[in-house]
């Protein structure tokens, strides 16, 4: 209620009142102007007591339907106490008040100061109590919960029964998770995370001890990915070139197979552009597939002659680096390097009598694919050397990205006529290091051969055979010959 100029009215008891009596009209000397009803504030000190009337008379100079004795914060007329009413003698002050009663703007209180019934509350409301708990929710059995009124979304209330707090979220009631306030994070949900222990990330665990989804840390990732974040570079390089590590300094240095020692150390991919004693630098080791490249030849790629180039001819000292299945992307399974005078002795002379060769005609290269069919295959290819080759090399691997990008999917066969040796990246297939009569392969980490393979080659043709194999991918290799 708005009391306008006639705020602060103030007059005289025109009669003398008693303690414990209901007057129901009381003579002032003087009445408000315009106001009619309201709560007129009698006395001072302790003999202070709020009136409520309802009418004025003005012949008589009277407020009428009066209730006395009102509680200071009353919020209707039946709010009174016999206490409250006291004596009062003429002249005693009398000044109209703005009361809850009138503004109706108090929610409903008891003496202990609980609030109660439904209320909205409007503009800036501030807690400044340091002693008591200002705010508490609700505390509600399961059946009294559910038998609530005024629900809506963003309500909150404590739960006796489950003992945990309920927030009510698209109509209905969601347990805050254990350990914090905020739901489980999840695709479509933004909340709590875990951090998970190297246990957990290496057992592929998605929820830990609290019931969070598992976040993996940067040293685990980097454990597990195949390049390292914390080389030192010894040269201005460019991303996607290709790198030696130099034994002499363990720096990173541009890779160039015209040059002694730039070609038969461990090769990698930069990840990053850096100049000569830049540290932190990322480099792609031997497993990765590595995309964003640019200007490939799809197919067998070789290093350069010109240092740090990837290109589709071999140099002047072979290195495969691996395959390339379009103009951006190389799998990453480099070869040892082979100079000239090396592919000129495979044709089984002794080194007395050496026949001079030329690269072409002593090594032969190709690609080829299986599946996935998920049925055995053979696949029988011409390799053009014109005899029976004395090594047979097999670099394969699915053609899955995340198999190859893991290490799971990958491996080298190597064939010498009568004994296979094969290697399978991160295989837990037992004896996976050797076989004699062929090779099996695991390749998604799980125990379990998924495939098995044999070689045998004459003067004309290499044949490549597999079992039935349990992939879902293809199973795509380069094979070398000498």
């Not at 995370?193 to 830990?208: H, L, P, Q, R, Y």
């Not at 072979?318 to 992307?329: I, K, R, S, Y």
Request: aromatic share 8%; hydrophobic share 35%.
């Amino acid at each position: 209620m708005a009391f306008t100029s006639e705020t602060g009215f103030n007059t005289t008891l025109a009669q003398k009142l008693d303690a414990g009596t209901a007057d129901t009209e009381i003579a002032l000397a003087a009445l408000p102007i315009t106001i009619t009803s309201g709560v007129m504030l009698i006395g001072s000190g302790n003999s202070k007591e709020w009136v409520y009337f309802g009418t004025v008379d003005a012949g008589s100079v009277e407020i009428r339907t009066c209730q006395r004795g009102l509680d200071k914060d009353a919020t209707s007329t039946s709010d009174t106490s016999t206490a409250n009413i006291k004596s009062h003698r003429v002249g005693d002050p009398v000044r109209l008040v703005q009361h809850s009663l009138m503004q109706n703007s108090k929610p409903d209180q008891d003496a202990t100061e609980t609030i109660s019934g439904a209320w909205d509350f409007t503009g800036a409301n501030t807690a400044t109590s340091t002693t008591k708990m200002v705010w508490r929710g609700q505390n509600v059995t399961t059946a009294q919960r559910d038998a609530l009124t005024n629900v809506a979304d963003g309500g909150w209330i404590y739960n006796t029964t489950d003992g945990k707090f309920q927030d009510r979220t698209a109509g209905s009631w969601v347990d805050r998770e254990s350990g914090g306030t905020f739901a489980n994070a999840s695709t479509t949900v933004a909340g709590k995370v875990e951090k998970a222990t190297s246990a957990e990330f290496i057992a592929e665990t998605d929820t830990g001890g609290t019931g969070a989804s598992l976040f993996a840390s940067p040293v685990d990732l980097k454990m597990d990915l195949p390049f390292t974040t914390d080389y030192t570079f010894g040269a201005t390089i460019t991303q996607g070139e290709v790198v030696y590590n130099d034994s002499a300094d363990a720096k990173w240095k541009l890779a160039d197979a015209n040059a002694a020692g730039a070609y038969d150390n461990m090769i990698g991919i930069a990840l990053d552009d850096g100049v000569d004693t830049d540290t932190g630098k990322r480099v792609a080791l031997p497993g990765a597939v590595i995309t964003g490249l640019s200007g490939l030849t799809a197919g067998v790629q070789y290093l350069s002659d010109t240092a740090g180039a990837i290109t589709n001819s071999a140099g002047t000292n072979q290195l495969v680096l691996g395959f390339a299945p379009n103009a951006t992307t190389l799998w990453f399974y480099p070869s040892v390097a082979t100079t000239t005078q090396e592919r000129s002795l495979v044709d089984g002379s002794d080194v007395g009598s050496l026949h001079a060769h030329t690269a072409a005609e002593n090594i032969k290269i190709g690609s080829d694919s299986f599946g996935p069919t998920g049925v055995s295959d053979t696949k029988t290819i011409a390799h053009g050397l014109g005899r029976t080759p004395k090594i047979v090399r097999i670099y394969w691997g699915t053609s899955t990205a995340v198999n190859f990008f893991n290490g799971l999917a990958n491996g080298y066969v190597l064939y010498d006529g009568s004994t296979t040796s094969a290697i399978s990246r991160k295989t837990t297939v037992a004896g996976s290091a050797a076989w004699s009569s062929g090779f099996n392969v695991n390749d998604d980490n799980d125990g379990t051969v998924d495939w098995t393979g044999a070689v045998a080659v004459d003067g004309t043709n290499i044949t490549i055979s597999v079992g039935t194999f349990n992939t879902t991918c293809p199973i795509v290799f380069t094979w070398e010959v000498q």
